[in-house]
């Protein structure tokens, strides 16, 4: 059975740092991309970042990372700012297949 479960959100104030982890199991993790995603409140889910490329208003401030031999993808994100606010999804992608974690809550105050 497949499961992807994030961790590591919560409040933090404008300006801090928060590290979201993604812990997988039941499929070949290190055959699949691992991509964050956030929706926040009253908008569409969108990309955040992949491995290789993030989207420009996280740039600089957001890295996407992995560790296969954990089986466990990571979102480090500084210099957080209340527009970042959302819950934040795990995903990964291989092919047609694609599965989903539950989501984590990230709040930054200003």
């Known amino acids: 059975q497949v499961h992807l479960v994030e961790s590591g959100g919560g409040l933090v104030q404008s300006g801090g740092s928060l590290r979201l982890s993604c812990a997988t199991s039941?499929?070949?993790?290190?055959?699949?991309?691992m991509i964050w995603y956030r929706q926040a409140p009253g908008k569409e889910r969108e990309l955040v970042c992949t491995?290789?490329s993030c989207k420009d208003s996280v740039k600089g401030r957001f890295t996407a990372s992995r560790d296969n031999a954990k089986n466990t993808a990571y979102l480090q994100m500084n210099s957080l700012r209340p527009d970042d606010t959302g819950v934040y999804y795990c995903?990964?992608?291989?092919?047609?297949?694609?599965?989903w974690g539950q989501g984590t809550q990230v709040t930054v105050s200003s």
């Open positions: 491995i290789r």
């Open positions: 039941g499929f070949a993790f290190s055959s699949y991309a």
């Open positions: 995903s990964a992608a291989w092919g047609t297949a694609r599965y």
